[in-house]
């Protein structure tokens, strides 16, 4: 994670009457507890876990970063998952235009 989003989240979180000392620079508690989902994408799997690429805004920044989803009743912490702090980066919006195909029952 760079400077700038630490600082973001810092000033966000103050914002809110919250100590960065109170969450113990625990980035993956603030990402999750205070932003906003606006995107999430599978990226991968493996035997325990879901790879997933998730979009948060917080006060107006987008921020990607990497979580994973457990395919049982286990947390991934439990599975072994752990969070990457250089996973998380600022992103912005894309928009992109995909022909879609549906399909329906053919008539006799």
Do not use: P
């Amino acid at each position: 994670m760079n400077d700038k989003i630490r600082k973001h989240l810092q000033e966000a979180l103050e914002k809110e009457g919250i100590k960065i000392e109170e969450v113990g620079e625990n980035w993956y508690e603030v990402l999750t507890e205070f932003g906003k989902e606006v995107y999430s994408e599978s990226v991968g799997k493996r035997r325990w876990w879901e790879d997933i690429f998730k979009v948060v805004e917080i006060d107006g920044m987008l921020i990607g970063y990497r979580d994973a989803v457990t395919t049982g009743d286990d947390s991934t912490y439990d599975k072994g998952w752990e969070f990457e702090e250089g996973s998380v980066c600022e992103v912005e919006r894309k928009q992109e235009m995909k022909l879609v195909v549906t399909y329906e029952k053919k008539r006799d």
